[in-house]
């Protein structure tokens, strides 16, 4: 068992700074000799009351704390900046990156020995996994948890999913102002994360597949006292992973992250799933090249009949026996020696799990759909890669070819799409530029265009919609995303002008401009970048530094070069 912890050096190093920071200690009711030799338990937590999805993680930090007295380790709660997917704009993505540095850099400055992760809003959970993964301090995450189901007109109300449903049908006159106004009131049932297979469940999910959190934890819903039960366990599994010095490379290894993606393909995930696994290897010094996805998503078919790709809502899912029961029917796609943070390996952790609804958890002979989630598309188009959730399209549209209406950026989208004279039909393919990394800046989930409601009147309920955006993991249609290069950066997709030909190819995973190479050259020739308003300050610093989408949308600055400096940790001794 460990002793000789990273915090020992602040509270029992050299005498005259060892007393001070006794002494700061003291002054917080700490007994600073009854906790000798224990672990520094850091619980990082993104409550804010900015942040509706995390509201709850007061409460989960208290059961935390508890789990972590009660194993020995002395708890100390601090508040992180919080995403909020509601409020923020342009996008809670511009401020994933620097929410990963704020965790990063508390860690390293503080007499921290390990940590526990309180995220539950889409980008709060990866931030936390990149920064943990930086710091590589032993670390397990623990989320806030789904918000309970509203329901309107006897259906029960998906976060997102819905909203974008109906949102359609109230543009179009298919329901009242007064039904509108009643299902704002069934969105605002409970706190907690959206209750979809969204980005925020996907990514928790991704947190459980990866080993980083505690094992059919993620779809608790938000105001079930297991949920309290999981936190608490979360703070004893914490100190475990503290004396035996398990970091998160040694749980987040290549094998690992293939788990993931393949429970991410099963489980119908998000399309932003893709960007942060990247983000969060790249961290570790692992590439996951979009190529990898493919080929998983190609090999495992989506089995959970979860919104937007299926029926059902998150609490059916855990009824169902939820990830972990997602994962016994993908086991032996599965590499069951990697190392989790119960302490188990995965195979150890999905003995006796088995799923309790078929219809919720559909077995691999009647999948949901035969391949996985997610397709990544190249072509002239996208020389980068591109990728359309293919379990939330419409499967005619798969293989589609049509002509190009240019939107080139966000407002001359909003301000066109409804005019009665544009020209399009259902056969067009609605193309937007300037949203992507650098574009905005930040990447904003822009990306599922509405369809004009004069075509949704004759009948179109899709069309395929190309951008360099994301998209929601609520949303769904045939929508081709993060087209990368971004146009913003000079990729291709900022030469397409509207008439031009585009071939959608989902099977052979082609996206092609109909152009001949010298006119593209000829274009591309002719092109010149957006000018931006933003000039100083974090957009700056993110327009200058962001990867693009193929490799997480990271700072260029915060993923290691060179295993020297992977591994390299900043010296303690000195600080005052
Ligand atoms: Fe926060 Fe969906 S908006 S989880």
Same mark, same amino acid.
């Given at each position: 068992?460990?002793?000789?912890?990273?915090?020992?050096?602040?509270?029992?190093?050299?005498?005259?700074?060892?007393?001070?920071?006794?002494?700061?200690?003291?002054?917080?009711?700490?007994?600073?000799?009854?906790?000798?030799?224990?672990?520094?338990?850091?619980?990082?937590?993104?409550?804010?009351?900015?942040?509706?999805?995390?509201?709850?993680?007061?409460?989960?930090?208290?059961?935390?704390?508890?789990?972590?007295?009660?194993?020995?380790? @002395?708890?100390?709660?601090?508040?992180?900046?919080?995403?909020?997917?509601?409020?923020?704009?342009?996008?809670? *993505?511009?401020?994933?990156?620097?929410?990963?540095?704020?965790?990063?850099?508390?860690?390293?400055?503080?007499?921290?020995?390990?940590?526990?992760?309180?995220?539950?809003?889409?980008?709060?959970?990866?931030?936390?996994?990149?920064?943990?993964?930086?710091?590589?301090?032993?670390?397990?995450?623990?989320? &806030?948890? !789904?918000?309970?189901?509203?329901?309107?007109?006897?259906?029960?109300?998906?976060?997102?999913?819905?909203?974008?449903?109906?949102?359609?049908?109230?543009?179009?006159?298919?329901?009242?102002?007064?039904?509108?106004?009643?299902?704002?009131?069934?969105?605002?049932?409970?706190?907690?994360?959206?209750?979809?297979?969204?980005?925020?469940?996907?990514?928790?999910?991704?947190?459980?597949?990866?080993?980083?959190?505690?094992?059919?934890?993620?779809?608790?819903?938000?105001?079930?006292?297991?949920?309290?039960?999981?936190?608490?366990?979360?703070?004893?599994?914490?100190?475990?992973?503290?004396?035996?010095?398990?970091?998160?490379?040694?749980?987040?290894?290549?094998?690992?992250?293939?788990?993931?993606?393949?429970?991410?393909?099963?489980?119908? &995930?998000?399309?932003?799933?893709?960007?942060?696994?990247?983000?969060?290897?790249?961290?570790?010094?692992?590439?996951?090249?979009?190529?990898?996805?493919?080929?998983?998503?190609?090999?495992?078919?989506?089995?959970?009949?979860?919104?937007?790709?299926?029926?059902?809502?998150?609490?059916?899912?855990?009824?169902?026996?939820?990830?972990?029961?997602?994962?016994?029917?993908?086991?032996?796609?599965?590499? @069951?020696?990697?190392?989790?943070?119960? &302490?188990?390996?995965? &195979?150890?952790?999905?003995?006796?799990?088995?799923?309790?609804? /078929?219809?919720?958890?559909? !077995?691999?002979?009647?999948?949901?759909?035969?391949?996985?989630?997610?397709?990544?598309?190249?072509?002239?188009?996208?020389?980068?890669? /591109?990728?359309?959730?293919?379990?939330?399209?419409?499967?005619?549209?798969?293989?589609?070819?049509?002509?190009?209406?240019?939107?080139?950026?966000?407002?001359?989208?909003?301000?066109?799409?409804?005019?009665?004279?544009?020209?399009?039909?259902?056969?067009?393919? @609605?193309?937007?530029?300037?949203?992507?990394?650098?574009?905005?800046?930040?990447?904003?989930?822009?990306?599922?265009?509405?369809?004009?409601?004069?075509?949704?009147?004759?009948?179109?309920?899709?069309?395929?919609?190309?951008?360099?955006?994301?998209?929601?993991?609520?949303?769904?249609?045939?929508?081709?995303?993060?087209?990368?290069?971004?146009?913003?950066?000079?990729? !291709?997709?900022?030469?397409?002008?509207?008439?031009? *030909?585009?071939?959608?190819?989902?099977?052979?995973?082609?996206?092609?401009?109909?152009?001949?190479?010298?006119?593209?050259?000829?274009?591309?020739?002719?092109?010149?970048?957006?000018?931006?308003?933003?000039?100083?300050?974090?957009?700056?610093?993110?327009?200058?530094?962001?990867?693009?989408?193929?490799?997480?949308?990271?700072?260029?600055?915060?993923?290691?070069?060179?295993?020297?400096?992977?591994?390299?940790?900043?010296?303690?001794?000195?600080?005052?």
């Amino acid at each position: 068992m460990k002793t000789n912890y990273r915090s020992a050096e602040w509270f029992y190093g050299r005498d005259e700074l060892g007393m001070g920071h006794r002494a700061a200690l003291r002054t917080m009711g700490v007994d600073v000799e009854a906790v000798k030799g224990r672990p520094v338990i850091g619980i990082a937590n993104s409550w804010s009351e900015l942040n509706n999805c995390n509201i709850t993680l007061r409460t989960v930090a208290e059961s935390v704390k508890v789990g972590v007295r009660a194993a020995g380790g @002395l708890p100390l709660e601090f508040p992180t900046i919080s995403l909020g997917e509601e409020f923020m704009k342009p996008s809670a *993505m511009l401020y994933r990156n620097l929410m990963a540095m704020d965790l990063e850099e508390t860690l390293r400055a503080n007499p921290v020995d390990a940590v526990v992760l309180l995220s539950n809003c889409d980008k709060t959970g990866p931030a936390q996994l990149m920064g943990a993964a930086s710091a590589n301090l032993p670390a397990i995450q623990v989320n &806030g948890g !789904p918000r309970t189901a509203g329901v309107w007109h006897g259906i029960e109300i998906g976060s997102g999913t819905d909203l974008w449903k109906y949102w359609d049908e109230f543009r179009t006159g298919k329901i009242t102002e007064r039904d509108w106004r009643d299902l704002e009131e069934c969105l605002s049932c409970s706190a907690g994360a959206c209750n979809v297979m969204g980005t925020a469940t996907t990514m928790s999910a991704m947190s459980e597949a990866l080993g980083m959190m505690l094992p059919g934890t993620s779809s608790i819903a938000a105001g079930d006292p297991l949920r309290m039960l999981a936190a608490e366990a979360s703070g004893r599994a914490i100190v475990a992973l503290a004396e035996r010095n398990v970091r998160p490379s040694d749980i987040m290894t290549p094998a690992a992250f293939d788990n993931a993606i393949r429970t991410c393909m099963a489980l119908g &995930g998000s399309t932003n799933a893709i960007v942060h696994l990247i983000a969060i290897a790249g961290r570790l010094g692992i590439e996951l090249p979009l190529q990898r996805f493919d080929a998983i998503g190609r090999t495992v078919p989506c089995l959970a009949n979860i919104k937007p790709s299926g029926e059902h809502l998150v609490h059916a899912l855990h009824a169902a026996g939820g990830v972990p029961a997602i994962m016994k029917e993908i086991a032996a796609q599965l590499d @069951l020696e990697c190392v989790t943070g119960t &302490g188990n390996s995965v &195979g150890e952790n999905l003995r006796g799990v088995q799923s309790s609804n /078929a219809g919720v958890i559909r !077995p691999l002979t009647n999948p949901v759909s035969p391949e996985g989630a997610i397709a990544v598309l190249w072509g002239n188009l996208a020389p980068g890669g /591109a990728v359309v959730k293919t379990s939330a399209a419409t499967r005619s549209l798969l293989e589609h070819i049509g002509r190009a209406m240019v939107f080139e950026n966000y407002q001359d989208m909003l301000q066109r799409i409804e005019n009665p004279d544009l020209d399009v039909d259902g056969d067009s393919v @609605l193309v937007l530029k300037n949203c992507g990394p650098k574009g905005v800046p930040g990447m904003p989930e822009w990306g599922a265009i509405p369809v004009p409601a004069k075509l949704q009147r004759q009948g179109v309920t899709d069309m395929v919609r190309i951008s360099d955006a994301r998209m929601s993991g609520t949303a769904y249609g045939t929508v081709v995303l993060h087209v990368c290069p971004e146009a913003a950066a000079g990729g !291709p997709l900022a030469i397409v002008e509207t008439g031009d *030909m585009i071939r959608l190819d989902v099977p052979n995973r082609q996206l092609e401009l109909l152009v001949t190479g010298e006119e593209i050259t000829r274009r591309m020739t002719h092109w010149r970048p957006p000018t931006t308003p933003h000039l100083r300050g974090y957009p700056r610093l993110y327009i200058d530094h962001v990867l693009q989408a193929d490799l997480g949308c990271d700072f260029d600055f915060l993923r290691p070069k060179s295993a020297e400096e992977l591994r390299f940790v900043p010296p303690v001794v000195g600080r005052s």
